[in-house]
């Protein structure tokens, strides 16, 4: 899995190398955030329903024709999907502020997706508006610290910018 750490081992090995002091420095501010990019992930952990119901609502609002007979959400079973999806792509959020890289979200959720959601018909931009509701309505100090709201709208800013 990808993280700053394994990066950077990564790419002084192949440049056959020791990993320099700008490597170094990298790896290092890397460790000073661990403390706020796992209490994200401990904070979303803790209340991930609500998240992803809360997300999953906002984006059945902004596109309420997704319900319409032959779009994304025209049955329950549907609609769970993408409440499922949304679920998936925090799960990987989660997993990308414990690393403390986006190892998870490259591997496992960015990889192809447009591709996947033009074939299936899914609009990505409802995504996209789910994940920018979870980033715009983040409270800090209320749901945690700002230097952990920072990482984890970090990590949400750069899905967004993936799916879009």
Known sequence: M???????????????????????QSVQ??????AARL?????LGGNYEAVVKEAGDACFT?????????????????INKCYRDIDHYMRLINYSLVVGGTGP????????AKEVY???NLPSAAYVASFTFTRDRLCTP??????????????LDYLINSLT
């Open 142 to 155: 209320r749901d945690m610290s700002a230097q952990a709201g920072v990482e984890f709208c970090s990590a």
């Open 118 to 120: 033009r074939t299936l």
């Open 39 to 43: 209490e994200a992930a401990e904070k």
């Open 62 to 78: 902004k596109y309420s024709y997704l319900k319409n007979p032959g779009e994304a959400g025209e049955n329950q079973e549907k």
């Open 2 to 24: 990808k993280s700053v750490l394994t990066t950077t081992i990564s790419a002084a090995d192949a440049a056959g190398r020791y990993p320099s002091t700008s490597d170094l």
């Open 105 to 112: 979200l490259d591997e496992w959720g960015i990889a192809g």
């Open 29 to 34: 501010g890397n460790i000073q955030r661990a």
